[in-house]
């Protein structure tokens, strides 16, 4: 490229200027990277669920419970492939900072229902056997160091008592998104727990149907089954139903859009500042250019080039800081169901980077084509 | 041969009943009145005159930085006074080269990079470019300076530098406005002595601008303007008489 060491030799100018530019541009995409790794640790979830599943919750909320009773009566339904069924447990381990989501889990139909969650037949066969057995998510067993054979012990909220367990297994994730945040327990041993006027009840169902397709029409006929009974169903979309769920924490996408809003407008001014100064203490120059015959589109994208060059190495800079720093690991030590910036959120990134090259050059680029040599080299 | 009576035939540059009107706040500025010029291919022609008296901006119209209010001007045929902006830009790099009082050149440049710009635009190799330069910066004297920044170098050192890039693409005449304005005695001399090795040496047509006598005199032709017409020296204390 003939023209690169005009181009490079412009850029490199004013070296402290274009450090404080690329700068800007790198700490603004580490930003943005990070607002991406919240925002997929909340909404990975909603994204990689399950097209055909659907979730089954009481119709005044998920607190209150679902009789055992349904699950051969929507097992039976007509679309619906099969069904397990879980309860919220919410005990604490050493200290209620230390969350976990604890799910008291049907051992017999659990894993047909959630295969994208993997861990050893050995493993899963001991859980099934020992009445006390748990498994727990990757990234909580990192968390809090635990290896297979550790007994858990776990202090009940809502239901009294420390609850001792063993842990019989670790489940991976089978896509980056899955949320290795989980701790599964028999719920066998959970209904022998409850009080009396508890037992024979469920926090809810998940269902998997034939036909993806056909999930409204299932999810329907679900809510009309139960209908103006004691306890009538909600059933949504496991993916309705996950982004139901992190509304629950506020409006997480807009917060995090506006965050980006401010932080982008804010590199505009400062980079579309930096460039309107490049270009006028060079107007002299080019003038020249364009009087030795360089052309007026040529002008343009010599300036604009300069700017998405500063943007594309300022944002790619700042893109792999960001995902540098997530590779070294969670620091909120699993808070965060899942801890990754993706793939797609890095080429968002770049493509924000690139727009707001192009927004902040364009305007000292239309002034320098729009130039006339004869004015610009009386000012010099 | 030069002249300004409008008569000449078959000159390298042509101007006829030229003329260029400014307008500065609401004011009209009539600053070249139907002005001819016939300059020859290896002249060497001087312009003098007051400030303000048309100088620079008939070099600009010369030079297809301008458009004039009238007139036309043929450079070796082509008409370029009606040329668009961009068939214009494309005649100045092939015909013309520029050489400015305060050299121009581009600091982030070597004189090697600042004498390319000019062929960047054209087929040439890289290694064909590298003859160019080279070439030019020869003529100029400055092969041993050809990888240093214009701030390494003297002022008359940066204008050969600029005559370098004025040549290099070998045009058809060269612009100068005020070439020795902002130089010493000494270098205005070497400047001068190097634009007549290319007036003489490589037949090369030169239209100066210069407030310099001393400058002037070394061209074959000075043209005195004012009040936006063009008079030959010797005419002028004839012509300024006739005006008073």
């Known amino acids: 490229m003939k023209f690169g060491g005009l181009m490079f030799a412009n850029l490199f100018r004013k070296k402290l200027r274009l450090t404080l530019t690329i700068g800007s541009f790198a700490v603004a995409l580490m930003l943005f990277g990070f607002l991406a790794v919240v925002k997929t640790a909340f909404s990975g979830g909603v994204e990689i669920a399950g097209a055909d599943r659907l979730v089954v919750i009481n119709r005044v909320s998920i607190i209150q419970p679902l009789p055992l009773s349904y699950m051969d009566k929507i097992g039976r339904m007509p679309g619906v492939k099969g069904i397990t069924h879980a309860n919220w447990f919410g005990g604490v381990y050493q200290d209620e900072r230390n969350f976990f989501p604890q799910f008291a889990v049907d051992v017999s139909t659990w894993r047909q229902m959630y295969p994208e969650f993997k861990l050893t037949e050995a493993e899963w066969n001991n859980f099934v056997k020992d009445r006390q057995g748990a498994i727990a998510g990757a990234a909580t067993a990192k968390r809090f160091g635990w290896k297979v054979g550790d007994r858990i012990p776990i202090k009940g909220t809502f239901l009294p008592g420390v609850w001792e367990f063993n842990l019989d297994g670790i489940y991976h994730g089978s896509r980056q998104a899955d949320d290795e945040s989980q701790f599964w327990f028999q719920w066998d041993l959970f209904e022998e727990k409850v009080p009396d006027r508890l037992k024979g009840n469920v926090g809810w169902y998940t269902v998997r149907v034939d036909n993806p397709d056909d999930s409204l029409r299932v999810a329907r006929a679900i809510d009309a089954e139960f209908a103006n009974s004691p306890y009538e169903t909600h059933t949504d979309t496991e993916k309705a139903f996950a982004a139901g769920w992190v509304k629950q924490f506020g409006n997480i996408e807009f917060l995090i859009l506006t965050i980006g809003a401010v932080v982008f407008f804010t590199l505009l001014l400062v980079t579309g500042n930096t460039m309107a100064i490049a270009v006028r203490e060079r107007t002299g120059e080019l003038a020249v250019l364009k009087a030795i015959g360089y052309s007026d589109r040529f002008v343009l994208f010599l300036v604009l080039l300069e700017s998405l060059v500063i943007a594309l190495i300022g944002g790619g800079f700042g893109l792999l800081c960001a995902k540098g720093l997530t590779l070294l690991g969670d620091p909120t030590h699993g808070m965060l169901p899942v801890f990754y910036l993706p793939t797609k959120a890095m080429l968002t990134g770049l493509i924000a980077a690139l727009l707001v090259g192009i927004a902040s050059g364009i305007l000292p680029a239309v002034g320098a084509m729009r130039l006339r040599v004869v004015n610009a080299l009386r000012r010099v | ?132 330069v080279e070439t030019a910066l020869g003529v100029v004297g400055l092969a041993d300076r050809m990888h240093h920044f214009p701030r390494q170098l003297s002022g008359g050192q940066e204008q050969r530098v600029t005559i370098a890039r004025a040549i290099v693409s070998d045009p058809t005449f060269l612009l100068c406005d005020e070439p020795t304005g902002d130089l010493d005695r000494k270098s205005a001399d070497e400047i001068m002595g190097l634009l007549l090795t290319l007036v003489k040496q490589y037949r090369k047509t030169v239209l100066m601008v210069t407030h310099d006598p001393v400058v002037a005199e070394r061209a074959d032709v000075t043209l005195h303007l004012d009040k936006g017409v063009l008079v030959e020296a010797g005419k002028l204390e004839a012509f300024s008489g006739g005006a008073r």
């Open chain 2, 1 to 132: 041969m030069v002249r300004v009576d409008g008569a000449g035939t078959s000159s390298l540059i042509r101007v006829r009943g030229l003329d260029k009107k400014y307008y500065r706040g609401g004011e009209e500025i009539h600053v070249l009145q139907e002005l001819n010029l016939d300059v020859d291919e290896g002249d060497f022609v001087a312009f003098m005159g007051p400030s303000g008296s048309g100088k620079t901006t008939l070099l600009n119209l010369l030079g297809g930085l301008d458009v004039p209010s009238a007139g036309s001007i043929t450079v070796a045929g082509d008409e370029i006074t009606h040329m668009s902006r961009g068939t214009l830009t494309e005649w100045r790099a092939r015909h013309v080269g520029f050489i400015f009082q305060m050299y121009n050149l581009i600091p982030v440049l070597t004189a090697y990079q600042n004498v390319e710009l000019p062929l960047l635009l054209t087929k040439l190799s890289r290694a064909e470019r590298r003859k160019h």
